[in-house]
């Protein structure tokens, strides 16, 4: 996912009316919403099927994208709900869950959301849903504890194995070059200077990261497990009035580039699938398409 697409969404969410409809909707009856504590903070946390839920039988476990509430699911929960148990949260400071000010690393939400599912009395193994930075954040996780993960679906996810090189490589091949990175970086900057300070801290962190060697991101290695990608098809276009570059010929080359690498993410018998028919927020757009390729990895797992 383009780091245009990450600031955009993260921005989204601080304007009104601009949370997708399903977070208007009625919660389903099969779906538990409440609040619990962890390392001292109130955290929402949105459950279905755990106290039901089989010796050995994964739970399904949902990474939100940058600054998304755990609403963003609702167009997917209540189906996800009828064959599998999960857990979708809040992470601190988004939503409805308290912030505790400290910089939202991928290691300190990995920590935090297994302290969470500690808390809820959730243990392995997962089958880890990430949308967008919430992506990058499942890598993390998973990497964290091989062992504990049974599948992973990544859902139009920030690739966090990007060097600079090559996203600088990335300008290069549609005419612009290291100047126009940077000053892409900067304009993104500003405008995440204008957010709320949870969105802004993890704007900092994202942006941070994709601009550090790939060694200083301590990036684990991807379990072993049953892994399925799903990327948006139709491609976001910057506002040429933002960029100092052929805005367009970005968005197709990172499009490109987003297709050719995510490819090789999928493992053991996973899919990949570029949704056709929707935008960055797949699961919105296109929610059958992202129900079924769970389902696909729950089924695995039996």
Known sequence: MGLFRIVLVMAAMLLPGTVCAAARQATPASLITGTIEVDGLAM????????QRAPGQAAVVFESGGSAPLETWDPIL???????????YDRAGTGQSAWDSLPPTPERVSARLRRLLSRLEVPPPYILVGHSWGGALVRYFAGSAPEQIAGVLYIDPTDITLT??????LFESFGAGAAEY??????????????????RAESEVIMGLLNDSLQSRKLPAAPDVPT??????????????LVPFDAAAYANAMHESQVRRLRG????????QVAANAGHIVHADDPQLVIDAIRGLVDRTR
């Open 164 to 169: 600079r090189a090559d996203l600088i490589a």
């Open 78 to 88: 209540a189906a996800v709900a009828r064959f599998a148990p999960l857990v979708a």
């Open 44 to 51: 929402r946390v949105r459950t279905a099927g755990l106290e």
């Open 228 to 241: 399925s990608v799903i990327v948006a098809g139709r491609v976001s276009i910057p506002p040429r009035n």
């Open 265 to 272: 993410w999928v493992m053991n018998g996973g899919t990949f």
């Open 182 to 199: 940077e000053a892409f970086n900067r304009i993104m900057e500003q405008a995440m200077s204008r957010t709320a300070a949870p969105v």
